[in-house]
């Protein structure tokens, strides 16, 4: 049975969406250390990044697998441009929020003059459209942009590739350059966790997106054969995924936290693989529970936190350099906990602002864009008519 004739309907993942929760709250608190000058929480909680990566890799999967129309070589640049788009539009809005609430503190913290009247501003501009691991400048405005950027260029060399044969990436391609990736990574002097280094064309971030996106296409592969496996309609089956997925997330989160070297990274991106493939089929008992819109919201939470929470850290140190008690705090375990606590809470409420202002203003043009849409068909009718 192909791929294609098992998906039946694409459902939102609601248990996708909460891990993805999970891992934006890990980051957050792996990123404490740009505040913090010695305490440094969950170092290897940058290896989240990659569950996100295998994420999008298994829904750019079940996209492609679930599109009726054949491959078009004359307009897959088309169709690559606009699947893209629709990614960044949403995220744009997010990030432009980023942005201006990031500048806001460096206006406190350094002054006008040192914020907007330097060289580096300019550079700006290609932070806004997700260049940084091209090697173009970067203000650094928001330093995790990393990630974005490398999504959105892994997603432009790996959607035409898909595309043109989804059975054959998903069997060959994707497997084999997974495994060549990460297998390079390993040999590599530096962690996986170290984006920036600079690989021939562009930096280091791209190829562990491109190698996620990878593994998530496989996971997909496997989520579907698990869908029609021998054991499906079992009860103590869906009882069994449920343990071995969640044990699939919660072991590699707990290494992520005692972890000392980079001895067992490849160990925790192979776990997010399996937990990916239980999750994605949605096989386990647990699955529809999460099927909610609290868990959805949760989803859409995570990529505002990612994004949000940087621009905290400018206002924190601004706090921390103005206030004598935040500074002192700062060195102690018990102060340190404290402002890793307000640092997160203060991520997640500030990304619920994010969403609550750009949300609507989405809604709004995406509904204008419609209207307009169906205006010019409208119009277009009338003229063919007319012709007639």
Known sequence: MGISKAVAKRVRNGEIDFWKFICSIIIVVHHSYKILDE???????????????????????????????????????????????????????????????????????????????????????FDFFMLNQTGLPSNNIINANWYLSAMFIGLFIIYPIFRKNKNTFVHIIAPLAAVLIYGCFTQADKAIIYPKIWYMLVKRGVFRAIAGFCAGAVAYRFAQLLKNCIFAKSKYFGTFLSFVGLAAMIVPIIFMYVMKTRTL????????????????????????RFNRPLFQYLGKLSTAIYLCHLPIIQWVNFFAE?????????????????????????????????IAVCDPIIAKLEAKIAEKKKNLAETEVVNNSKEI
């Not at 997010?272 to 529809?288: L, N, P, R, V, W």
């Not at 008690?325 to 906990?337: L, P, Y």
């Not at 809470?345 to 602002?353: C, D, E, G, Q, W």
């Open 39 to 125: 305490a440094h929480y969950y170092y290897w909680g940058a290896l989240c990044v990659d569950f996100f990566f295998i994420v999008t890799g298994f829904l750019l999967a079940s996209s492609i697998f679930y599109k009726n129309q054949p491959y078009d070589r004359e307009t897959i640049g088309q169709e690559t441009s606009a699947f893209i788009f629709k990614k960044y539009k949403t995220i744009g809005y997010y990030f432009l929020f980023a942005i201006v609430f990031s500048l806001s503190g460096r206006v406190f913290r350094y002054g006008l003059e040192k914020t907007f009247l330097t060289p580096k501003i300019f550079h700006t501009i």
């Open 265 to 288: 990274e490849m160990f925790v991106i192979f776990c997010f693989f399996i937990a990916m493939i239980i999750i994605g089929s949605q096989m386990s008992s647990i699955s529809k």
């Open 322 to 354: 103005k206030i004598t008690f935040f500074a002192n705090i700062k060195n102690h375990e018990q102060g340190s906990i404290l402002i890793t606590i307000v640092f997160v809470v203060s991520s997640i409420l500030l990304a619920m602002l994010c």
